[in-house]
C-alpha cells in the first residue's frame, strides 16, 4: 500500500497548486479571492484579472488533473492486496491519483483549503483516460455555455454529461474497454462538482446568477495585461 499512498500525497499536493491565487498574486500583485465571487478558481480568474490570467489559471488547474492521472499515477505499483482487482488496476488507480488532484484543488494545502470548485482539474483527469468520452462531455459544456451562457450551469452539465456518456457506451453500445470504475468515479466526481456548486444552483434558481455578457476576450476587473 505504501506505493499507493504516495502517488495519492503526490497528486493532492500537485492539485494542491491554486492557479488562479498564484497567477493573480505574481502578475497582479491582487488575491482573486478578495474579488469577485470570492471563489478560487479559474472562472473568477477570468472575471477579476481578464482573459489572459484565466487562461493560464484554466491550462494549469488542467495540467494538474493530466500530471496526477497520466504521470503520477504511472508509478510502480506491486503491492497493492488482492482486493484491489475487482477493476482494472492501472484505471483504479488513476482515478484514484485524479479524485486526489481535485480535492486538492478544492481543499488546497498551499491556499489554507479554500480552493476551487474542481471543474477544470476534473476534465484534466478524465481527459487522461477517457478523451473521446470527454470530447462528447465538451460539446456539452460549450453548447449550454453559449446557449444560456452560464458557465455553472455549463459546468453542472458537463458533470453530469460525463457518467452518462460513459453509461451509454458501456452498456446500451456495449463498448468493453470502458472499465466500470470509469462510471462510479465520474459518480463521485459529479456530486463533488455539484456540492461545489450549490451556491451557484441557488442562484440559478432564483435567477441571480451572473451571466456571461460577451464571449469577447475579458478585460476583468482589475486586468492590467501584466502578463
Not at 480568474?45 to 491550462?59: H, I, Q, Y
Not at 470504475?181 to 432564483?206: D, F, K, M, T
Request: contains cysteine; positive net charge.
Amino acid at each position: 500500500m505504501q506505493s499507493l499512498i504516495v502517488i495519492l500525497v503526490l497528486s493532492y499536493l500537485v492539485g494542491s497548486i491554486p492557479a488562479s491565487v498564484w497567477v493573480g498574486k505574481l502578475f497582479y500583485g491582487i488575491d482573486v479571492r478578495q474579488h469577485g465571487s470570492g471563489n478560487a478558481g479559474a472562472t473568477n480568474a477570468f472575471r477579476v484579472l481578464g482573459w489572459k490570467a484565466g487562461l493560464l489559471s484554466t491550462l494549469i488547474d488542467l495540467g494538474k488533473g493530466l500530471l496526477a492521472a497520466g504521470v503520477i499515477a504511472s508509478l510502480r505499483i506491486d503491492d497493492l492486496p488482492a482486493g484491489f482487482e475487482f477493476w482494472h488496476i492501472e484505471t483504479f488507480v488513476r482515478l484514484l491519483a485524479g479524485v486526489a488532484a481535485v480535492m486538492g484543488h478544492m481543499f488546497p494545502i498551499w491556499a489554507r483549503f479554500k480552493g476551487g470548485k474542481g471543474v477544470n482539474t476534473s476534465a484534466g483527469v478524465l481527459f487522461a483516460l477517457t478523451p473521446g468520452t470527454m470530447c462528447i462531455t465538451l460539446a456539452v459544456f460549450f453548447i449550454v455555455l453559449f446557449s444560456s451562457r452560464y458557465v455553472s450551469l455549463a459546468s453542472l452539465s458537463a458533470a453530469i454529461a460525463y457518467p452518462s456518456t460513459i453509461a451509454i457506451r458501456k452498456y446500451v453500445f456495449g463498448i468493453d474497454r470502458i472499465d466500470p470504475s470509469l462510471l462510479v468515479i465520474g459518480i463521485v466526481l459529479a456530486l463533488a462538482i455539484i456540492i461545489a456548486h450549490r451556491a451557484n444552483i441557488q442562484r440559478l434558481l432564483h435567477g441571480q446568477e451572473n451571466r456571461i455578457r460577451s464571449f469577447r476576450p475579458a478585460r476583468g476587473m482589475h486586468g492590467r495585461g501584466e502578463i
